[in-house]
């Protein structure tokens, strides 16, 4: 049953037009006398903002960030230079598309802002997100609703660019929407669940609008989506961070909202393990590809919303017992995941050398992996340098593929080390054929094929090899892997992976993903316009320019959860 509420309102879609300027920092090419390039904005913007974060601000310390320091060479310089990460806020300066004054913009900026302009969507006169995509040529399907995961990117965009208007309306929608009562066919979901989507509905003879929310009885497979929630507690703390207002998240519902998402993720049960057992098609890869049991991207985003809630909930006496329960957790899950997910050659090599069916507290083997099962090709992909964080690891079973979401989000939210970290971004130089090729970047690595393909994806037309979530090329990663560059100090990287895009996504009219094992082809079913590939450019190229933003979505590391254990210089 699909939840519905109704107001009088006007349509979708309203679009405005500015016309300004600001100043910003870039983070190639800053140095002592040059720090005022400009960006031409559509309007100029309010900088009066409640600072309620009263640290020094990331753009203070771009001078010590000029690669002519070597900033960048080492993860010990990172490291320090990331200290008070946690600190710093995005000022918001400036609206509209940008311009420096020292070159010009790349020309795909402009249409870039314009398109996503076009995406908005409007509920009783006011912008309440963006849709998934504005491709007319092919049917909709659920393209024209409003997703949580896909609007992130968009909300990071219009933070940066000084309009958290639109930001601060979706989180106060979608924290009403998880109020309401959800039922998929006779059973009811869990109170903390939060929208996969929702879509503005128009009746033109009552002149009203009806939002109908879509909690995963609508998905394919029917399943609710984890990822949900996670993202809306880590785009609250963005909101906060960027403006600097605290008011919104301290508003009883957006407490009460946390709460019941936290409860729904701590409650006890049989489980063994601190992390969080899912289905498959429980996050962006939501159709069947085996990554049900505890897969990375839910892990890593798991652990980001702890945190972040830790940081938003009030100490009173309703929040006080679940942040310690987020403490606790928390301890466990770094551990966890840390010990058992992080793969480099030396663990790779004691994986290739365990003893099975070991029976005691004292086994080196916890989850009885059989070394037959290790995968040829990991054995090669695997380089000196280098490490990543595997797909999945549950009794008896380890999934050795690289997923690009997980090991971002692990970068930004401090649950991998500044030695992994380190380590992930040498094995992407190190595969960048594999892992980015001639389009960025792959949403997981290898493609699985023929038997396996067939087995573990039940012979899903859409996920064939190199293609959708198989190994297919998502541009909208691209704005995660330029946060996690620029946290890990290794912004060259990023930049060289948004060059590749912005020589083709508005040639090739903004796709969903590409095709092909370098990523050459446009997807097969690939929807055109696709509103977050569209963002996750926008965000790329404004946290490239001006590296301040990076605090509104990255966490520094939480210097009680180090790694009791180390396995390799790489980790």
């Given amino acids: 049953m699909a939840t519905t509420s109704k107001v009088d309102g006007t349509s979708n879609g309203s679009v405005k037009s500015k016309d300004e300027e600001g100043t910003t920092p870039s983070i190639f090419e800053i140095d002592d006398s040059d720090l005022t390039r400009l960006l031409e904005k559509p309007r100029p913007l309010n900088t009066e903002r409640k600072r309620s974060f009263d640290e ?92 949580v995961r896909d609007f992130v990117p968009s909300a990071l965009a219009f933070l940066m660019n000084g309009e958290p208007e639109i930001v601060k309306n979706f989180l106060l929608k979608t924290v009403f929407l998880q109020s309401r009562e959800k039922k998929v066919d006779n059973f009811k979901l869990g109170e903390g669940v939060m929208p996969a989507s929702f879509k ?19 998905a394919i497979g029917r399943v609710a989506p984890v990822d949900s929630g996670f993202w809306w507690i880590i785009l609250l703390r963005a909101y906060t961070k960027s403006t600097g207002d605290t008011s919104l998240a301290e508003r009883p519902e957006m407490q009460r909202g946390i709460r019941l998402i936290m409860t729904l993720c701590l409650s006890e049960g049989f489980d063994t393990f601190p992390t969080l057992l899912c289905a498959d098609g429980c996050c962006m890869i939501d159709r069947r590809m085996g990554v049900y049991g505890y897969p990375i ?74 070394p037959d099962s290790l995968p040829d090709w990991v054995f090669d992909f695997m380089p000196t340098r280098g490490g990543y964080f595997i797909g999945n690891v549950s009794p008896a079973k380890m999934d050795f593929r690289w997923f690009c979401l997980g090991n971002c989000v692990a ?28 389009m960025p970047l792959k949403i997981c690595y290898p493609a699985m094929e023929s038997h396996e393909w067939r087995i573990v994806t039940g012979c899903d037309p859409k996920n064939t090899s190199w293609s959708y979530h198989n190994g297919g090329s998502w541009p909208v990663l691209l704005w995660l892997l330029t946060a996690a560059c620029i946290k890990a100090g290794r912004p060259q990287i990023a930049k060289r992976a948004t060059e590749l895009a912005e020589s083709r996504l508005l040639m090739d009219g903004w796709p969903e993903y590409y095709d092909g094992k370098m990523g050459r082809y446009i997807g097969k079913q690939a929807r055109k316009n696709q509103t977050w590939s569209i963002a996750g450019y926008l965000v790329a190229k404004m946290m490239l320019e001006d590296p301040s933003h ?10 009680q959860m180090k790694p009791q254990m180390k396995r390799s210089a790489s980790c």
Wanted: with cysteine; proline share 4%.
């Fill in 56 to 147: 020094r601000s990331f753009s203070e310390m771009s001078i010590t960030m000029s690669p002519r320091n070597n900033f960048y060479r080492t993860s010990e310089h990172s490291s320090r230079a990331f200290d008070n990460l946690d600190g710093v806020y995005s000022p918001g300066r400036w609206t509209g598309t940008p311009r420096s004054a020292c070159f010009e913009p790349h020309p795909i900026v402009g249409e870039a802002w314009e398109a996503l302009r076009r995406s908005i969507v409007n509920f009783r006169g006011q912008p309440v997100g963006t849709i998934a995509a504005l491709d007319n040529s092919s049917e909709e399907l659920n393209y024209d609703q409003v997703f």
């Fill in 550 to 559: 990076l605090g509104m979505i990255a966490l520094e590391e939480d210097k």
């Fill in 411 to 438: 970068i930004l939210s401090s649950l991998a080390t500044p030695e992994q970290s380190s380590a992930i971004m040498d094995l992407i130089e190190s595969r960048w054929q594999e892992l980015v090729g001639e």
């Fill in 297 to 370: 991207e839910i892990q890593a985003l798991f652990f980001m919303a702890l945190r972040c809630a830790l940081s938003l909930l009030k100490r009173d006496s309703e929040g006080n017992d679940c942040i310690d329960r987020i403490v606790k957790r928390l301890h466990a899950l770094s551990f966890h995941m840390r010990s058992y997910f992080w793969l480099d050659i030396k663990q790779l090599n004691d994986i290739y050398r365990y003893k099975t069916e070991e029976y005691s507290h004292t086994a080196v083997n916890k989850f009885n992996v059989i």
């Fill in 200 to 218: 503005v509905l128009h009746n033109p003879v009552r002149n009203t609008e009806t939002i109908l929310a879509d909690y995963g009885e609508s």
